[in-house]
């Protein structure tokens, strides 16, 4: 087969017979996971366009292989001598095992090359090989030599199919690293994955009474509504915290249809709330679908909080939300580092839903499958409704088709629109635009994109979001954009209170977590004129709440602002993270 005269035809059967290979290299009994006991073998070799490596132990005398590697070399490392490639191939095959190899008493390397038996005994090293052996001299190891014919594991780990210049391998090993590079973000977000197409399932009267019967409080607590009398404290007194907690709120628990419910009275509904009293077994299955779905954003403390509280409550609600929200290994690889010291803010506060709005354009290094490779970011600062419009480019034109159409037709043409000096905002088009809408265009400082908070902080909430979601090639992350802002627009805005919702159409949409369970049993409709009254006065008292919530948050934001940066302090044992600097062509997105 290799001479050139003959053809090979590559055939279903064959390509069956390489999957089956393939399986079998990669699964037990060929691959095996490591032991505290058993000696470590590495077995490493080079060739022209490639170097591999097999992490193997010796289990119960047999050698069980447990780490295959292997990777390409550079155009500089294709032009090394013969056995400046094999000590290549140590070094960074003992590097990629060094959470197996570091700190064991010995283990050893074999290679096909003899002259690397005298690897420690290099007269007067400098440069590379010098540097190359200071970081082998921190394990203990001894170097073997076995014959090539017998070599054959790590010798087909070096090779390439073809030559270093094809083109099809060329990318098939950049889909590779960038598979390995995203391996972290597919791992933490193992959880996610499922849910980004299934729901859980949907929770009757039936379902949700039964589950609170499992639940020793709520059970207890169930008889007590049943017999409609509340026991005496002596009797109530020797049991837990939480059904002590119900003892006191026993007259805000109502029954309905065998569930029992809190019942709240807020002033910006013309029905009471009710939340489901939420058995144990159901509060982690409720806040991952709040959290980790698409629909759920991955926000912060806060903003699960609220949602979550809209429907559900138990005793504890905020600690069990902190404590998870805390440990949210997706949350935590994304959350950012602390900034530098800062100058004194100021500040525009609007007074008016759509008087004043701010535009930026987010920009991403990977095209998506549709062809975009932007999104519009709309931000109104007095409601915080937000939205975003992937764009295949960000000319003038393009954006302010997209503001025309999709945002002033639709919201009206706001008095003040923000945006940083990007040339999409400076040009002619986009001025005679707002001159012809009567609209008054400000701008940012150069350099200074602080001077548009509050898009670029939505961008950076964006970012972290699409992170959490997209796949490792990161060109799907418009098709999460209408799930993530609606996410965001249903949350409650930790400056007004109100969810952007609410304070733009006056009322909460409804969400997927809302067909999981039956409606609040006592809410009602009302005829269209009490509901026009209704929506007036709310609007009203709204608007006249978010104004002081604004005032006040504004406020709180310069006097921490004006602060300076706060410098965090560790302490001996203290867990943290370390910070990798992402690939700097997708830095947006990853980890």
């Known amino acids: 087969l290799l001479k050139p005269s003959k053809t090979f035809t590559w055939t279903d059967e064959c390509e069956e017979a390489m999957k089956q290979l393939k399986e ?3 699964t037990a009994p060929i691959l095996s996971c490591p032991r505290p006991q058993g000696t470590f073998i590495l077995d490493t070799d080079a060739s022209a366009h490639g170097i591999g490596a097999v992490l193997s132990q010796e289990q119960d005398g047999v050698e069980k292989v447990v780490l295959y590697f292997s990777r390409a070399l550079s155009k500089s490392e294709t032009r090394y001598c013969a056995t400046r490639k094999e000590l290549l191939a140590v070094v960074e095959a003992v590097n990629h095992c060094s959470h197996y190899l570091l700190g064991v008493s010995s283990f ?5 090359h003899g002259a690397l038996r005298w690897l420690t005994n290099f007269k007067n090293p ?7 052996l200071q970081t082998l001299s921190a394990y203990n190891f001894e170097i073997e030599h076995r014959r090539g014919r017998v070599h054959s594991n790590a010798d087909g780990m070096s090779r390439r199919p073809c030559a270093s210049e094809c083109p099809h391998c060329s990318r098939k090993e950049k889909q590779e690293t960038a598979a390995v590079a995203a391996s972290a973000t597919e791992t933490i977000a193992r959880e996610s994955d499922p849910e980004l197409t299934q729901w859980i399932d949907k929770w009757t009267t039936q379902d949700l009474r039964q589950q609170q019967e499992k639940d020793p409080d709520l059970k207890q607590l169930l ?3 049943e017999s409609g009398e509340r026991p005496d404290w002596e009797h109530v007194k020797g049991n837990s915290s939480a059904l002590k907690l119900y003892w006191a709120l026993y007259s805000e628990i109502v029954l309905h249809e065998g569930v029992l419910y809190r019942q709240l009275d807020l002033s910006c509904k013309p029905v009471a709330t009710h939340q489901v009293l939420t058995p144990v077994q159901l509060r982690r299955d409720l806040f991952t679908f709040l959290h980790h779905h698409r629909t759920g954003g991955h926000l912060g403390i806060k903003k699960t909080l609220a949602r979550l509280r809209r429907r559900f409550w138990w005793p504890g609600q905020r600690t069990d939300i902190e404590r998870w929200c805390k440990y949210c290994e997706t949350c935590q690889f994304r959350k950012m580092r602390s900034g530098s010291s800062r100058s004194p803010l100021q500040q525009e506060i609007a007074s008016a839903p759509f008087e004043r709005i701010a535009i930026d354009i987010l920009t991403f290094p990977v095209a998506t499958d549709n062809g975009n490779t932007c999104v519009l970011v709309v931000c109104d600062y007095y409601t915080k409704w937000t939205n975003g419009y992937a764009l295949p480019d960000h000319r003038a034109s393009t954006v302010a088709d997209v503001l025309v159409t999709e945002v002033f037709l639709q919201f009206g043409t706001p008095t003040f629109l923000h945006s940083d000096q990007g040339a999409e905002f400076q040009s002619n088009l986009f001025r005679y635009m707002t001159e012809l809408l009567e609209i008054k265009q400000t701008r940012t400082c150069p350099f200074r994109p602080q001077s548009d908070g509050q898009v670029e902080r939505m961008n950076r909430s964006l970012i972290d979001m699409l992170a959490k979601f997209c796949s490792h090639q990161q060109e799907d992350w418009d098709t999460h954009l209408p799930y993530l802002f609606c996410a965001y627009r249903c949350t409650p805005h930790e400056s007004t209170g109100c969810s952007p919702n609410l304070l733009m159409f006056g009322r909460e949409i ?10 609040d049993p006592t809410s009602t409709t009302p005829c269209p004129v009490e509901y026009v009254e209704w929506i007036r006065q709310a609007a ?5 709440r978010v104004r002081d919530c604004l005032e006040r948050s504004a406020q709180r934001q310069k006097r921490n602002y004006d602060k300076g940066a706060v410098q965090r302090h560790f302490a001996v044992g203290d867990w943290v993270l370390r910070f990798y600097p992402p690939n700097l062509s997708k830095s947006k997105l990853n980890p």
């Open 540 to 544: 009203q008292e709204n608007f006249e």
């Open 223 to 225: 008889s007590w509504k």
């Open 108 to 112: 050893k390397i074999r290679t096909d």
């Open 24 to 26: 079998a290299l990669t």
């Open 510 to 519: 409804t969400l997927p977590i809302d067909l999981m369970y039956d409606a």
């Open 126 to 132: 400098d440069g590379q090989i010098a540097r190359w």
